[in-house]
């Protein structure tokens, strides 16, 4: 769409006409409406940041790296907490610094859409998906000489989004390499964050990964600093102080904790016998999961992940009383490689 054309888009939305203009822009103009954002003034809110936070000190080098690349172009790189909160920025050119300092696009500056309104970070931080905003797309009217494209970045090891990358400059400038140059800058981001993950963090990861393929309910791994979560088990809202807090409470010889909302974790330390080195937990609601028919022969030289196929295999036959075909369909396998499984755990 045409500059023109958007203005007039712009300006028939702000109006309570129907505007014509790409679905996902018109979606956020609403939320923005809704949120009660200011179209015509800036009035940002600021919060402290910590510019040497853990995403900033991955995420910057990697965007620094694209540097020499955009020399003589009006271009900004500029990182933003999940929360929309920018936290680092850089410029190409000395004269952007005191434009967008201006126009308060500026570390500590709330970039959200409930806050900013429509723009790249802001949508991106909403949806969690790429987002190209251009000109009068803003929905602030102070913006609309510039285009930013956003996306988020999922961190390797928790699977959740540790931050936002943009991609700023004039709105004339825009073209679609914008869009190009960000899926980049992300994946290098990504990279990068999994390449700095503590030798910890990927053990985690890969029991976390093992049990979420076995288990017939959500899966959240954590320890003292670190949660993987995914999104069924994102949408229960926990907490991983509290979760932590319940799992040393318990202590290593638990195999089973209450949580609160009717929820129950089973509890598949990563390491048999400690918490320090994380633990898997499978969530499920109603009564306990223990009991059943089914022991384990001697385990002591299987490994992590070993360990925790084999709990799975057990809790899912107690669950299931027994019956093989019935376990076999919960765990996603064959008959005949549940009965191999139960032959190399040797289980009766």
């Known amino acids: 769409m045409r500059s023109t054309e958007t203005q007039r888009a712009w300006e028939r939305f702000q109006s309570g006409a129907p505007a014509s203009i ?11 409406r809704s949120s009660g954002v200011d179209p015509d003034r800036l009035d940002l809110a600021h919060s402290e940041i910590d510019p040497r936070s853990p995403f900033v000190r991955v995420a910057a080098p990697v965007l620094l790296g694209m540097a020499d690349l955009l ?16 936290t680092w920025r850089w410029e190409s050119e000395r004269t952007l610094t005191s434009e967008l300092d201006r126009i308060e696009f500026e570390p500590g500056s709330q970039i959200a859409e409930r806050s900013a309104g429509t723009n ?8 969690r998906h790429p987002s190209v905003v251009i000109g009068a797309e803003h929905y602030k009217q102070p913006w609309h000489p ?19 990358v943009n991609v700023a400059c004039p709105a004339a400038d825009a073209n679609h390499l914008l869009l190009v140059a960000v899926r980049a800058l992300v994946d290098g981001v990504a990279a990068a964050l999994h390449e700095a993950a503590t030798v910890r963090q990927r053990r985690m990861l890969d029991a976390h990964l093992s049990m979420r393929s076995a288990a017939a309910g959500p899966v959240v791994t954590l320890d003292r600093q670190t949660m993987i979560v995914e999104d069924d088990a994102a949408e229960l809202g926990l907490d ?6 319940a799992v040393t409470e318990a202590g290593p010889s638990a195999n089973e904790i209450a949580l609160p909302d009717g929820l129950r974790a089973r509890l598949y330390p990563v390491v048999p016998g400690r918490l320090e080195d994380g633990v898997v937990l499978v969530l499920t609601r109603g009564t306990a999961l223990g009991g059943g028919s089914f022991k384990p022969g001697p385990a002591d030289r299987l490994g992590p992940l070993e360990q925790a196929e084999l709990r799975v295999i057990t ?3 107690a669950e299931c009383g027994g019956n093989k075909s019935e376990a076999a369909a919960r765990l996603g396998i ?8 139960l032959r190399r755990y040797r289980l009766k």
């Open 334 to 341: 064959s008959r005949g490689t549940l009965y191999q499984r």
């Open 315 to 317: 809790d899912t036959l």
């Open 146 to 164: 510039w285009a930013c494209v956003a996306a988020p970045v999922v961190h390797p090891i928790t699977r959740r989004v540790a931050g936002i």
């Open 71 to 86: 020399a003589g172009s009006s271009t900004s790189l500029a990182l933003a907490d999940p929360d929309g909160i920018l």
């Open 120 to 127: 790249g970070i802001g949508v991106a931080t909403t949806t």
């Open 22 to 32: 790409r679905r996902e822009i018109v979606a956020s103009w609403r939320r923005s």
């Open 240 to 245: 991983r102080p509290g979760l932590w807090a």
